[in-house]
Structures are given as C-alpha cells and as structure tokens.
C-alpha cells in the first residue's frame, strides 16, 4: 500500500474520499475559536460538499485538489476515517 493509495486500499475504490487537514486543536474547535482547516480530494466537487458539510460561523473550510500537499503521510494511517455517504 503506497501513501498515496492508501485511503482508497482501505475504504475501496468507488468511495468519494476527501482528507480535513489543518492547524488547529480538538479544544478549540469545541470552544468555537475561529479555525480553519482544508478539505483535500481528488475530485473538487467531493472537496467542496466536505467544505459546505463541515464549514460553521467559527469552523472555516477551504476546499483544494492537492491530497498528497495537505496530507503528512509520515503520520499515515490516521487514527480515525469518518465516512459520509
């Protein structure tokens, strides 16, 4: 399983997989202090509904094409893959 590859190895190959990356803290995300994150997929129009379903007054979710520039895959697997269908 190379880096790039790997959410489709895991979730499978028909999924639409998008990737929220960013600086910001789980305890300020509950305090509702402005941050801000990126929503990364292959295909934009999967980025942009990750960044219309996860965007709030305090939570700022910009979409991008760039998976693997957003993704630290010295950290890879994540501990947590959500799916939304």
Do not use: C
């Not at 399983?1 to 305890?27: E, H, K, N, W, Y």
Request: proline share 7%; hydrophobic share 40%; glycine share 4%.
């Amino acid at each position: 399983m190379t880096a790039p590859s790997a959410p489709r190895d895991i979730i499978g190959s028909r999924a639409a997989i998008a990737v929220l990356s960013g600086p910001s803290f789980a305890q300020e995300v509950y305090e509702k202090q402005p941050t801000a994150v990126v929503a990364a997929a292959q295909d934009h129009d999967v980025a942009k509904r990750a960044q219309e379903t996860f965007s709030s007054n305090h939570f700022r979710v910009y979409s991008h094409t760039d998976v693997v520039g957003v993704v630290d895959f010295r950290y890879w697997p994540p501990d947590r893959i959500s799916v939304l269908r």
